[in-house]
């Protein structure tokens, strides 16, 4: 049976070390952290593992799975290709959604092969994680070998496999943050302007959460252009005046997000093909003009 060491571990790597050690289809050897109290923890978590903290207490592994933080990786390559363990029989891969594979490439000077799993999952309890990582959609980038490896270690314990650009791996994962992270961000700014409307916090709450829910629904049902409603859906150049207008009094910050969002729904919507060419014509206009003005 191949084995596998952890490399940092933190919520992903104590997630990922547990499912994988829990389907027989490989064996934890050592965990590695800055503490072996810390790595004590986390091999008590995923119920196996040799706890280490210095990179030369390392035994050989088949497969190291580096799960630190995005900065410490290089750092940790490096401190891995002075041990004497890396050889063509090897693989080493990290979990960022940011990095490619290449960020190991120190390791294939020794032959090792090299890849990159990015699992699109929020892992804020490791233990909640184990539970309901069946299902997760998992990235994946790098040698051939490796992603062949990759793709069936984490098929194995429940991940679905997508293959990402590695030249483009950055804006990649900047379309999870504009999803996820940034999808909170705009649902505040709307409550923002429910309550510069009189509407409490509270109650806008409410009145949004069907919106919202009715229309991610409508999204992953039939398709972003056929999801978009609304003035620039209906190419009502005179509400997106007004709005613009109303929301450079206000606040120039909910303008800009306004100016920019519209201009991807102006696209949209040309696309369904439903509004008249010149209102979507003149809401073009008014964007621009607007970008212009307030730069």
């Keep these: 049976m ?7 571990c933190g919520a992903v790597g104590k997630t990922v070390g547990r499912l994988l050690q829990q389907s027989g289809s490989v064996a934890v050897r050592d965990i590695l952290t800055r503490s072996t109290a810390s790595a004590q923890t986390a091999a008590d978590f995923i119920g196996a593992g040799r706890p280490v903290a210095d990179f030369n207490k390392l035994e050989r592994a088949d497969l190291y799975l580096v799960a630190s933080p995005d900065d410490a990786i290089a750092a ?4 891995l290709c002075r041990t004497d363990l890396l050889d063509r029989d090897t693989t080493v891969c990290h979990f960022s959604g940011s990095l490619g594979s290449a960020l190991l490439e120190p390791a294939a000077q020794f032959g090792a092969q090299l890849a990159s799993v990015h699992p699109v999952k929020s892992f804020a ?4 994680c184990v539970g309901d990582f069946a299902g997760t959609w998992c990235g994946i980038e790098g040698d051939p070998q490796a992603r062949e490896l990759m793709a069936e270690l984490f098929s194995a314990i429940g991940g679905k496999i997508f293959n990402i650009d590695p030249r483009f791996k950055t804006i990649y994962h900047a379309g999870s943050v504009l999803a996820c992270n940034y ?3 705009l649902l505040e700014a709307g ?11 509270e109650t806008a709450l409410l009145v949004m ?3 919202v829910r009715g229309t991610v629904d409508n999204v ?32 120039g910050q909910l303008a800009l997000i306004y100016r920019a969002l519209g201009s991807v729904a102006l696209e949209l919507s040309r696309e369904r093909g439903q509004a008249c060419a010149p209102g979507l014509a003149q809401i073009e206009e008014l964007l621009a003009t607007a970008r212009v003005g307030a730069s």
């Design 125 to 128: 309890d490791p233990a909640v």
């Design 191 to 201: 409550l923002r302007a429910f309550e510069k409307g009189g509407v409490p916090r």
């Design 220 to 251: 992953f049902r039939a398709g972003t252009a056929r999801a978009l409603t609304g003035p620039i859906a209906r190419g009502d150049a005179g509400v997106v005046a007004r709005q613009l207008d109303a929301l450079e009094s206000y606040d």
């Design 183 to 185: 999808l909170t961000a």
């Design 76 to 79: 940790c390559v490096r401190e």
């Design 209 to 211: 959460e069907p919106l």
């Design 2 to 8: 191949k084995t596998f060491s952890i490399i940092g």
